[in-house]
Every structure is written in structure tokens, then in C-alpha cells.
Nanobody
Framework: QVQLVESGGGLVQAGGSLRLSCAAP????????VGWFRQPPGKERELVAA????????YYADSVKGRFTNSRDNAKNTVYLQMNSLKPEDTAVYYC?????????????????WGQGTQVTVSS
């Protein structure tokens, strides 16, 4: 069992930036694809970004393309989501999740390991 831990959420004004981190304390997950999901209040969870184990493959939802950037440092066992030009509609709980599929996957069912989530709130 791999437990993931997110950090870096918070309150920011529209147009601002945040960087989320996802780590697996005590475990190595550099062979996993990592996805970033978010769940706005009253809405379903959605995949917004994903990065393959090597970092060579990425996915971005249309709603965040050009504003969010996925990266990973396998030496530090950490994956990052840089979020720029934030909008109020980006407000959500953000989760990172790990998939044993090494290439980018967009099917939520292929993500087996989840973090507890971190709140991102963007004020207008």
C-alpha cells in the first residue's frame, strides 16, 4: 500500500499561483504515473493533469492547459503541480493519485493510491 501526501494548498487571489506537492513518505513511487484530480464543492472529482513515471508523458484537461504544469523529481520522490493564473473556478480539493501503469492514464479506475487531499481556494 502506497500512501500519498499532498501539500501546498491554500488561499490565493485570482491571477495568483500555487505549487502543490505529492510525496510518498517512506516509499518509492518513481515507477508510477501520478495524476492530479480535483473536486469542486458539489461536483464530481475530475482529472486535471497526469505525468508518466519518466516525466516524458503528460496530460492536461482543457480547463487548465497552459496554466498548470506537471513535473516530478524522482530523486526526491516528489511530484509537483505548478498552478498559475488561478481562477475562482479552480477552487476545489486537489488530490494526487498513483497508478501502476507507467504511461499516462486518464481512466480514474486505474489509479489505486490516493492522498488525503489539499484545499485550494481562489478568491475573486
Amino acid at each position: 500500500q502506497v500512501q500519498l501526501v499532498e501539500s501546498g494548498g491554500g488561499l490565493v487571489q485570482a491571477g495568483g499561483s500555487l505549487r502543490l506537492s505529492c510525496a510518498a513518505p517512506g516509499r518509492t513511487f518513481n515507477t508510477y504515473t501520478v495524476g492530479w484530480f480535483r473536486q469542486p464543492p458539489g461536483k464530481e472529482r475530475e482529472l486535471v493533469a497526469a505525468i508518466s513515471w519518466s516525466g516524458g508523458g503528460t496530460y492536461y484537461a482543457d480547463s487548465v492547459k497552459g496554466r498548470f504544469t506537471n513535473s516530478r523529481d524522482n530523486a526526491k520522490n516528489t511530484v509537483y503541480l505548478q498552478m498559475n493564473s488561478l481562477k475562482p473556478e479552480d477552487t476545489a480539493v486537489y488530490y494526487c493519485a498513483g497508478s501502476v501503469y507507467g504511461s499516462v492514464v486518464t481512466d480514474t479506475r486505474r489509479y489505486s493510491y490516493w492522498g488525503q487531499g489539499t484545499q485550494v481556494t481562489v478568491s475573486s
